[in-house]
């Protein structure tokens, strides 16, 4: 057992780095990962533990939903592609396609209502940075309210509305 200088012990021999913990009783590798169902995955040198990928190597969520029991087989929020390589290029206002990592906007009142082949717009009838109010029309003759929709805005340029 050997020390790093930072309070954390470096297990023996160095070129062996399949034990891991404080006490290097913890044993990880590729294969043990795998063997547990870990698919794109890496050890956690503190604890030894076998995570999911995160990083310029892939993006990976353990889908704690699959059947198979298989792990880190989907692809973390924000990424698509093979490898999980792909940035979204849905402006975090929609969800992308993990295979093509085309966009579907978010459309409620919890996230806003988007749309847009890249979610850049709110959709009709909506209004605000969020794209989460109503865009209506309100008159001094009636308390009714119309939605106006006829024109697409961008989260950036949406036209505030004045009392009439």
């Known amino acids: ?7 954390k012990c470096i297990c023996y021999p160095i070129d062996d780095p ?5 006490i290097c009783d913890t044993y990880c590798s590729e ?26 190597n892939g993006h990976w969520a353990d889908d704690a939903t699959n059947t198979e029991g298989q792990k880190c087989t989907t692809c973390k929020a924000g990424y698509w592609g093979p490898s999980c390589t ?11 396609d993990p295979t093509s990592g085309d966009c579907t906007c978010y459309a409620s009142s919890e996230n806003g209502f988007f749309t847009g082949s890249s979610c850049d717009k ?27 929709g006829s024109d697409l805005y961008t989260a950036s340029n949406i036209p505030t509305l004045r009392n009439t």
């Open 1 to 7: 057992e050997g020390s790093s200088g930072d309070g």
């Open 18 to 22: 399949l034990y891991f913990g404080l």
């Open 31 to 56: 294969s043990y990962c795998s063997g547990l169902g870990f698919d794109n995955s890496f050890c956690n040198a503190d604890t030894g533990a076998c995570e999911c990928l995160d990083n310029d």
């Open 86 to 96: 792909e940035e979204c290029g849905c402006n975090n206002h929609g969800v992308c």
């Open 122 to 148: 709110c959709a009709i009838g909506y209004i605000g940075e969020n794209c989460d109010r109503e865009n209506v029309q309100i008159t001094r003759i009636s308390s009714e309210r119309t939605i106006v």
